[in-house]
C-alpha cells in the first residue's frame, strides 16, 4: 500500500482501514450489550453513542497530522500535565475520598487522563535519540519521567491510572530492548518492595480490594459482593448464553452498575463463551493488527510509542476481563470501547489516531 | 556496552548516536513485540480459559446460584424525628400518605389504563408527563410514581376494582406535616423532594431510597439530626425479584426529637403584633443565647413545599413584592439607625474620648469644620446642651455625629466588631446574613473614593452604609443587658431520643466575654437606655409597665432628603417611609428577655417598632398571652394553616 498516493479526489486520509473495522466491531458490540445491561436505558446507549463519535472524530483528526508534532509536542504536553497534576493536589476537588479532578467551571477534568498519552509520548522521545538497548544512565533519567507522574497518581490515590501510567512508561523501556538481565533485578527489586508498599503506601480500601480478591466470600456484602455477583454472571451463562436482554443478574440488580465497570459480566451472562471467546478474539485481532503497525513504523519513536500505546489498550481489557472473571484483583480500569464512560474512553482512541498517524506517514526507508 | 557513553565527551557522543543503527534497532523492537504478542496471546487465553472455567466447568453450579440468588439488599429509611417546641407543642411530625405506581411490564396497555385511571381519580396532564419522563429512565418491572397525596376518597374509589388493573399499585409512604401551618416557618423551615445537585452532594449509602431532606430552617441545619441512619435488610425474592422473605435486617436508627427554644405562643404574639408590617422580631434570652420567638412577616405555609409546591402558587410566592420567603430576621438587613447609639457610647466610655457628663450643645444641625454641609438632627429646632443620658434619651445626632468623629471610624469598627456586627453571629439557622460594618479597607476596596468623615458621621448614627439584620441587633442589646456575657444565639434547646424518650438539653454556648476598662460603663449606658422609656423618645410604652424597661428607638432612613426638604410622612409614599426599629431588654435588674423589632416603612420606632416590643415582653415577663397554650393541637388531624391561637 502507498500511503501517501493521490486519489480521484487528490488527497487520501490517513488512516487504517482493518484497525478502523476491528474497533468499530468491538464498540458496535458494546452499544448493544449496553442497552441490556443498562436496563434498556435509551438515554445511556445515545449518551455512550455521543462519546464513540467524538472519540472516532479525535482519533481520525490526530490521524491526519504527521508524527514529527507529535515527538516536538512531547516534552511539552509532558510538562502541562506534570504542572495540572500538582495543581489537582493543590486545589482539585475531591470526589469520593480521591481527589482526582480539576474544575475547570464548565467541565470537570482528569489530569491524569493526559498522562496516559504524555508518558509513553516523552518516553519514546527521550529513547528514540540514544543509543539502543539503553544504557544504565539513560535507563535511570527514562524512568524518572515515568516514576515521577507515577507517585503523583498513585497518591491522589488513583491506582488503575496509575497503573496505566506506570506500565506504559515500562512498556516503553522492555520495546526499546531493555535488558533481561537488568529486568531480573528489577523484579527481584519490586520482590523486595511490595511488603513495605503494602504496609506504608497502600490505602485500607486499597488492602480491602487485594484482600477481598484473594478470598472473595470473606466479605459478601462488603466489597466482595461484585466479584461474586460477577462470577455468578459470567458462570451461569454458560457456553450459549440466556441471550440478548435474558440476563438475570444485571436485571435484578445483582450486579451493581453492570454496564460501567462489570459490563464484561453482564455480555458474558447474555452471550456465554461463545460472544465471550469472540470479543477476546476481537481484542487480539486489534492488539496483534496494531503491533504490527507498529513494526513498520518509519523511525524509533514511532515504534516505541505506537508499541506502548498498543500495550496500554491490552492492559485495559486483559486488567478489566481478568478482574471480572475473577482473575485479577478489582482494580478501577473500563473495557475499552465496551464500558460506559467518558474520559477513557477519549484516551484510548486519540492513542488509536496517534497510532494510525505513525503508521500511515512512513517515509520509505532511505539508508 | 558502553556504560559511560552520557559522560563522554560531545563529539563521541554524536558519533554514536549518528552510527544508530535504524536496521538493528528495527530488528530488536521486531523480537520485542513478538515477545509481547506472544504475552498477549497468553494472557487473553488465560482469560479465555477462566472463563471455560466458569461457563463449562463451573456452569451448574452458578446456574444453581443464579436462580437461587434471590437475596438483595433493601434500605430501611429511617423515620425522621418530630419538632417541638420548648413547652412540648408540637412543630413538626410525619403523616401517612398514599401514592399511586404503575409497574409498566404486568400493564397491557398502559394507554388505557391510563385513561381508565383519569376517570377514577384527578390526574393533571403534569402527573403524567412526570411519569412519562421517570419511566423512560427507570426498566421496566420497576414501580414508577403517578400520582402523590392521594386522598381518603380516591382510595376508595380505587381499592374498589383496582384488581382489574394489573401493576396498578397503591404505596404507602410519610409525609412530613407542619401542623401549625405558617406559624413559625421562618423558623422551622421545611423538607422537601432532593433535587439532582443535592444528590451528587449526599452520601449515597444515607441517603439510598430516601427523596425527601431538609432545605431550609431547623429542618436543614439540624438534618443529621432529625434524619437517623439508615438500615438495611437482605430480603429474598422471587425469579422476578419481587421480595418474598426477609432474611436478616440491621434496623434503621430513627431520627432524634428536636426541642426548640422557641416558645410557640410567645411567637404567636410577635407575629401578630408585627401583622400589617413587613419586618422582623427576634426575641431571646440574654442569660444563654437562647432564641425565644423569631418571627419575620410575612409568612407562607411550609406543607405545600413537602411533595412539590405547584409552580404557579411557588410564583406567586417567589415574585411577592413582600417577599414572604425572606427571613428577614436573618437575611434582612437594615440601617441600625439609633437603636446602635448606646454601644457608641459605650466605646465612647471605653475609649476615654467622652465621660458620661461631658455635654455638647445641640443647634439641630451638625457641620464638619471647613465644610458648608449641614448634618442634620431628626429634631428641627435641636436638643440644646445634652449630656451622654439625654443624648440616648432624646436620640440626639448631634451628640453622636461629635462622638463619632472623635472615635473616628477604625475604633467604632474595632468596637462593633466585638458584638457580632459585620459578621454573622453563627446562630444555628442556614443562612444568616453578616450585615456591613463599614471600614476604610471596606470603602477602599467597593466604592471609588476613599473614606470621608462624613462617612464617619453617618455610621456614628447607624445610617450610611452600615447594615445589619434584626438578630444582630437582638443579640447585641442581650449582651448589653448582660453587662458583655456573651452567648451564641441558638434555637435547640434539646434532642430526645424518640425510643426511650431520654431528653439530652443543649447546652449554652458562650462566646468571649466583652470586657470595658471600668464596668460601671455598661451601667451608665444602661441608665441613659433606662430614660429612653422613662421620659425619653419611647416614653409612652413606660406607662403602665409592671417592671423596667430599657431600650432604643431608632428610624432608619430608606431614602435621603435635599439639603432644605423637611421628612413629611403623610406626603410620603408607603414604600419610601422610613423603617421604623426598637430593641429593648427587661427587667432592667434582672434581663430575661432582649427584643429587636423592625418594622419596615412603619414610620417611627418610638411610634410604632417600641409598642409591639413591649407587647412582645409583657407576653413573657408577665404570661400574658391570648390563648392558653395549644399543646393539644398535637392530637388534632388537620390544624388550619394559620393556627388555632
Redesign the interface.
Known sequence: MEPNKRTLWGWRPHLDVPLLLGLLAISGLGLVVLYSAG?????LVLGQGMRLGLGFTIMLVLAQMPPHYFRAWSLWIYLVGLLLLLAVMVVGDVSKGAQRWLDLGVVRFQPSEIMKLAVPMTMAWFFA?????P????LLGGSLLTVIPFILIAEQPDLGTALVVGSSGA?VL????LSWLIMGLLAGVLAAVIPLFWTFVMHDYQRQRVLTFLDPENDP?GTGYHII?S?????????YGKGWLNG??S????LPEGWTDFIFAAF?EEF??VG??VL?ML??YV??RS?HM??RAA??YG??LA?SLT?IF?LY??VN??MV???LPVVGLPLPLFSYGGTSLVTIMAGFGILMSIYSHRQP?T? | ???W???AKKSVQER??R??D??A??A???R??MV??FL??L??L???G???Y???L??E???T???S?RV??QPLLPTRGFIFDRNGVLLADNLASYHLEIVREQVQDLEATLSALRARIALSDADVERFRKLA??????TGVPLRFRLTDDEIARLAIDLYRFPGVEIKADLTRRYPLGARGVHVLGYVGRIDENELRRLDPGQYSGSTHMGKTGVERSYEDVLRGRTGWQ?VE?N?E?RPIRVLSRTPPTPGQHVYLSIDMRLQAVAEKALEGYNGAIVALDPRNGEILALASQPTYDPNPFVNGIDFASYRVLNTSKDRPLLNRALRGVYPPGSTIKPLMALAGLDYGVVNRYSGVFCPGFYRLPGSNHRFRDWKRGGHGSVGMDRAIAQSCDVYFYDLALRLGIDRIYEFFSRFSFGQPTGIDLPGEKGGLLPSQEWKRRNHKYGWFAGDTLSAGIGQGYFLATPLQLAHSVGVIAQHGIAFKPRVLLATEDPGTRVRTPEPPRALSPIVTKNPRFWDTVIAGMIQVVEGGTAHRIGIGAKYRIAGKTGTAQVFTLGQNEKYNASRLARHLLDHALFVAFAPVEEPRIAVAVIAEHGGGGSSTAAPLARKVMDAWLLNKYDAPPAAESSSTASVPAHGTE
Open positions: 436496563q434498556r436505558n435509551l438515554d535519540d540514544k543509543p539502543l538497548p544504557r544504565w544512565p539513560h512498556f522492555f520495546l526499546a530492548g456484602l455477583q462470577k455468578i454472571a459470567i458462570g451461569s451463562g454458560g457456553i438475570t443478574q436485571h435484578l440488580d445483582f458474558s456465554g463463551l465471550g471467546s477476546l481484542y487480539f492488539i496483534a503491533l507498529a513494526t523511525d524509533t515504534r516505541l508499541g500495550l491490552f481489557a486483559f476481563s481478568g472473571s475473577g482473575l526507508l539508508r | 556496552m558502553n556504560l557513553l552520557p559522560f554514536l548516536i552510527e544508530k535504524n536496521t534497532e528495527s530488536l523492537f521486531f520485542r513485540a509481547m504478542l498477549v496471546f494472557s487473553l488465560a482469560v479465555a477462566r472463563l471455560v466458569l461457563q463449562v463451573n456452569h453450579r452458578f446456574t446460584l443464579s436462580e440468588n438483595r439488599l423512560r429512565r427507570s426498566p421496566p418491572y437482605q425474592t425469579a425479584g
